[in-house]
């Protein structure tokens, strides 16, 4: 079995000169015992263990590591979604020689697993069947503690993922409403890796193969580990060491945890960030400063590895795995995000630095996606956290770091960030023409603030992607109207967004490609009252003439700025108190209050749920780690009369009509889940 298929054909796009990869589409990441006898191999290195179904893709962050890994010579076996209840699966490979790599999965497990009203998913995209029956909750301490139970003196456990990255340092859990330590010391692992991981995971594992000239453990950059005391200075670093409050003060003064938080996404900047040290019980969590970013050029290579873009055999009798669709044939332009939406964990996992892949990179993938025989020529997304900011970063932050007194694009666009989506439009012209690609769309995120600050392209982007990338709906994310309640989230200004309408009014073609916005909005944000709700409302009706359904109840999770305001009740940048909805309820009422769906904004108490089996769910990737916007197709709303309560039948309507639709309900399409966020380990 051949892991690694180099072959390689050449092609040429106007004047680009493209290497595309030869990849056969069924060779995989060992996860069996039968597997690993057909590579000659007794024992393994690195076992990594994850929440996810085993999809071998570029847009999951675990099957990136095991082809790192796998390319760097180690022997790398997988196992997804271990039995908790019995022995046979987690010990099923053996133990490794070097390391276990253990991970919840692509999303926070707690998030994978709840809705922001708490209630159970009964859905879950990345698990074969559809069922959420197989993630457990707190995903990393369970397989953690699994490996000890059967595995006595084995080797280091490092933890990996959104959900150990997140959870590095003392935080606050919505699900336990309380500040909880490190994930590394409750999951009694050996190391923690933080971010995007690829450089680090290899140095971790020369070091413990004990590699010459490799770096010691505690050189290694984007690793957190535990110390019984003080570690002395690390020369390797910028000193001097920064400690932060200890858990036991930051668990029982809210002041002394919104201290710790600050100091703590201060130094998230690798070119300028120190060592962290936090006492978390008698020994110490050390955390290390970010992984520095990657090159364009190494950024192309973990794209360029032999990836099948199919799910493990191993799964099949299982049923289909819905994220694999969506994630299969779409292309990933750049890393990092300098959008900081206070709501958004992906600052804290991929970092402010833009990372774009080159061009003959990306028209290199794609121009392989027509040897996959599953291809039917659509690339179903070109983009990133962000779609449009490609080729669109800071030269000053390349340099200095990222601004301590400032920010990106918030209030405004900074002037010294060259907005230019010229690079991005060439790019899509050169996709659109490759063989054997019929359509090419852009269904990541747009940030209208930057199409706006474009004099130069920024309207010639926006009439390319209404006229060749968008499929009926352009995807666009104000989540509230209120400036005081954007300021908040970090967002632009309704100002903006009402340019940005006039702009798309104007570019938006009147024949059959005609498009319409979807507008994904939130309630019961820290600072958000039923009034505001009620004023989205009056200004979606009267400005957007519709009422948006892709509307989500803000999720809190760990380490980002609205969780820090929701738990402390408090403007993180004024200190200044705030209103924070915290009933369950009264959150579902806030959502009611734009949807016309869920609890009346009259009601005072909540109705009992009715029960219902698991309906399957269309998907559209992993999900953005700051929850789930829970959507459906986005058609313009009809007005309801003054007075109408949500469901309430219009005057003349007979109860026979209501009791045909309630006889046909089984027969509707679900609404789906609209997953915005990508990639992580």
Same mark, same amino acid.
């Given at each position: 079995?051949?892991?690694?298929?180099?072959?390689?054909?050449?092609?040429?796009?106007?004047?680009?000169?493209?290497?595309?990869?030869?990849?056969?589409?069924?060779?995989?990441?060992?996860?069996?015992?039968?597997?690993?006898?057909?590579?000659?191999?007794?024992?393994?290195?690195?076992?990594?263990?994850?929440?996810?179904?085993?999809?071998?893709?570029?847009?999951?962050?675990?099957?990136?590591?095991?082809?790192?890994?796998?390319?760097?010579?180690?022997?790398?076996?997988?196992?997804?979604?271990?039995?908790?209840?019995?022995?046979?699966?987690?010990?099923?490979?053996?133990?490794?020689?070097?390391?276990?790599?253990?991970?919840?999965?692509?999303?926070?497990?707690?998030?994978?697993?709840?809705?922001?009203?708490?209630?159970?998913?009964?859905?879950?995209?990345?698990?074969?069947?559809?069922?959420?029956?197989?993630?457990?909750?707190?995903?990393?301490?369970?397989?953690?503690?699994?490996?000890?139970?059967?595995?006595?003196?084995?080797?280091?456990?490092?933890?990996?993922?959104?959900?150990?990255?997140?959870?590095?340092?003392?935080?606050?859990?919505?699900?336990?409403?309380?500040?909880?330590?490190?994930?590394?010391?409750?999951?009694?692992?050996?190391?923690?890796?933080?971010?995007?991981?690829?450089?680090?995971?290899?140095?971790?594992?020369?070091?413990?193969?004990?590699?010459?000239?490799?770096?010691?453990?505690?050189?290694?950059?984007?690793?957190?580990?535990?110390?019984?005391?003080?570690?002395?200075?690390?020369?390797?670093?910028?000193?001097?060491?920064?400690?932060?409050?200890?858990?036991?003060?930051?668990?029982?003064?809210?002041?002394?945890?919104?201290?710790?938080?600050?100091?703590?996404?201060?130094?998230?900047?690798?070119?300028?960030?120190?060592?962290?040290?936090?006492?978390?019980?008698?020994?110490?969590?050390?955390?290390?400063?970010?992984?520095?970013?990657?090159?364009?050029?190494?950024?192309?290579?973990?794209?360029?590895?032999?990836?099948?873009?199919?799910?493990?055999?191993?799964?099949?009798?299982?049923?289909?795995?819905?994220?694999?669709?969506?994630?299969?044939?779409?292309?990933?332009?750049?890393?990092?995000?300098?959008?900081?939406?206070?709501?958004?964990?992906?600052?804290?996992?991929?970092?402010?630095?833009?990372?774009?892949?080159?061009?003959?990179?990306?028209?290199?993938?794609?121009?392989?996606?027509?040897?996959?025989?599953?291809?039917?020529?659509?690339?179903?997304?070109?983009?990133?956290?962000?779609?449009?900011?490609?080729?669109?970063?800071?030269?000053?932050?390349?340099?200095?770091?990222?601004?301590?007194?400032?920010?990106?694009?918030?209030?405004?666009?900074?002037?010294?960030?060259?907005?230019?989506?010229?690079?991005?439009?060439?790019?899509?012209?050169?996709?659109?023409?490759?063989?054997?690609?019929?359509?090419?769309?852009?269904?990541?995120?747009?940030?209208?603030?930057?199409?706006?600050?474009?004099?130069?392209?920024?309207?010639?982007?926006?009439?390319?992607?209404?006229?060749?990338?968008?499929?009926?709906?352009?995807?666009?994310?104000?989540?509230?109207?209120?400036?005081?309640?954007?300021?908040?989230?970090?967002?632009?200004?309704?100002?903006?967004?009402?340019?940005?309408?006039?702009?798309?009014?104007?570019?938006?073609?009147?024949?059959?490609?005609?498009?319409?916005?979807?507008?994904?909005?939130?309630?019961?944000?820290?600072?958000?009252?039923?009034?505001?709700?009620?004023?989205?409302?009056?200004?979606?009706?009267?400005?957007?003439?519709?009422?948006?359904?892709?509307?989500?109840?803000?999720?809190?999770?760990?380490?980002?700025?609205?969780?820090?305001?929701?738990?402390?009740?408090?403007?993180?940048?004024?200190?200044?108190?705030?209103?924070?909805?915290?009933?369950?309820?009264?959150?579902?009422?806030?959502?009611?209050?734009?949807?016309?769906?869920?609890?009346?904004?009259?009601?005072?108490?909540?109705?009992?749920?009715?029960?219902?089996?698991?309906?399957?769910?269309?998907?559209?990737?992993?999900?953005?780690? #700051? /929850?789930?916007?829970? *959507?459906? %197709?986005? !058609?313009?709303?009809? &007005? =309801?009369? @003054?007075? +109408?309560?949500?469901?309430? $039948?219009? #005057? /003349?309507?007979?109860? *026979?009509? %209501?009791? !045909?639709?309630?006889? &046909? =309900?089984? @027969?509707? +399409?679900?609404?789906?889940? $609209?997953?915005? /966020?990508?990639?992580?380990?």
């Amino acid at each position: 079995m051949d892991l690694n298929p180099l072959k390689t054909k050449t092609i040429k796009t106007k004047a680009i000169k493209i290497s595309v990869i030869k990849t056969n589409p069924m060779t995989f990441i060992p996860a069996t015992l039968k597997e690993m006898e057909c590579l000659g191999w007794t024992a393994l290195d690195v076992i990594l263990v994850t929440g996810d179904a085993l999809i071998d893709s570029s847009c999951v962050g675990v099957a990136v590591i095991g082809r790192i890994l796998l390319n760097a010579g180690y022997r790398v076996g997988m196992i997804s979604q271990p039995d908790i209840s019995g022995k046979g699966c987690i010990t099923r490979l053996g133990e490794p020689e070097l390391f276990w790599g253990v991970s919840a999965g692509c999303v926070d497990s707690m998030i994978a697993n709840y809705t922001a009203s708490g209630k159970r998913r009964k859905s879950d995209d990345m698990t074969p069947g559809g069922l959420n029956e197989k993630r457990p909750d707190r995903a990393v301490i369970v397989y953690a503690n699994l490996i000890r139970r059967h595995f006595k003196n084995t080797a280091p456990i490092v933890l990996g993922g959104v959900e150990a990255s997140l959870r590095r340092v003392s935080h606050y859990d919505a699900w336990s409403n309380s500040v909880r330590r490190s994930i590394l010391f409750d999951a009694k692992a050996d190391i923690l890796v933080y971010g995007m991981a690829e450089q680090t995971i290899l140095d971790l594992a020369d070091a413990l193969n004990e590699k010459p000239g490799a770096l010691s453990i505690a050189a290694i950059r984007g690793i957190c580990y535990i110390r019984p005391t003080i570690p002395e200075p690390a020369p390797e670093f910028p000193g001097p060491d920064l400690e932060l409050p200890d858990h036991d003060a930051v668990s029982k003064d809210k002041d002394a945890f919104a201290r710790m938080f600050k100091l703590f996404y201060d130094q998230s900047d690798p070119l300028s960030a120190k060592r962290l040290l936090q006492r978390q019980d008698t020994r110490y969590l050390v955390q290390n400063p970010p992984q520095l970013p990657l090159s364009p050029e190494a950024l192309d290579k973990i794209f360029e590895l032999p990836y099948s873009r199919n799910a493990h055999p191993c799964h099949e009798k299982d049923g289909p795995i819905a994220a694999l669709e969506t994630i299969r044939f779409s292309l990933t332009t750049h890393r990092g995000c300098y959008g900081e939406c206070r709501f958004c964990a992906i600052t804290a996992h991929q970092g402010r630095h833009l990372v774009s892949r080159n061009e003959s990179s990306i028209l290199g993938e794609a121009a392989a996606f027509a040897d996959h025989p599953d291809f039917k020529g659509i690339i179903s997304d070109v983009g990133g956290p962000t779609a449009n900011m490609y080729g669109i970063e800071c030269p000053r932050k390349q340099t200095r770091g990222a601004c301590h007194d400032k920010r990106c694009i918030f209030p405004t666009p900074c002037k010294h960030l060259p907005v230019d989506h010229g690079r991005q439009i060439s790019l899509l012209k050169d996709l659109r023409n490759l063989p054997g690609v019929r359509k090419v769309f852009v269904a990541s995120g747009i940030r209208y603030d930057l199409i706006l600050k474009d004099k130069k392209s920024g309207a010639r982007y926006l009439k390319e992607l209404l006229e060749n990338h968008i499929s009926g709906q352009m995807k666009i994310a104000p989540e509230h109207s209120s400036d005081a309640i954007l300021s908040l989230m970090g967002k632009p200004g309704r100002q903006l967004l009402e340019d940005f309408i006039r702009l798309f009014s104007r570019l938006n073609p009147t024949d059959s490609k005609k498009t319409y916005l979807t507008y994904y909005m939130m309630a019961a944000y820290p600072g958000c009252r039923q009034k505001d709700m009620e004023d989205l409302r009056r200004f979606c009706m009267d400005t957007l003439r519709l009422l948006p359904r892709q509307t989500q109840i803000f999720t809190p999770s760990p380490s980002t700025y609205a969780t820090l305001a929701y738990f402390t009740e408090k403007d993180p940048a004024s200190g200044k108190r705030i209103f924070v909805e915290k009933d369950r309820f009264k959150k579902e009422r806030q959502k009611a209050a734009l949807t016309g769906r869920g609890p009346s904004s009259h009601s005072s108490r909540p109705q009992k749920p009715h029960s219902s089996r698991p309906k399957k769910t269309r998907s559209s990737g992993p999900q953005k780690q #700051s /929850g789930a916007h829970e *959507s459906v %197709q986005n !058609k313009p709303d009809r &007005k =309801k009369p @003054d007075g +109408k309560k949500p469901g309430q $039948r219009e #005057s /003349g309507q007979k109860k *026979s009509s %209501q009791k !045909k639709s309630n006889q &046909k =309900k089984s @027969d509707r +399409k679900p609404s789906t889940q $609209r997953r915005r /966020g990508k990639k992580s380990w």
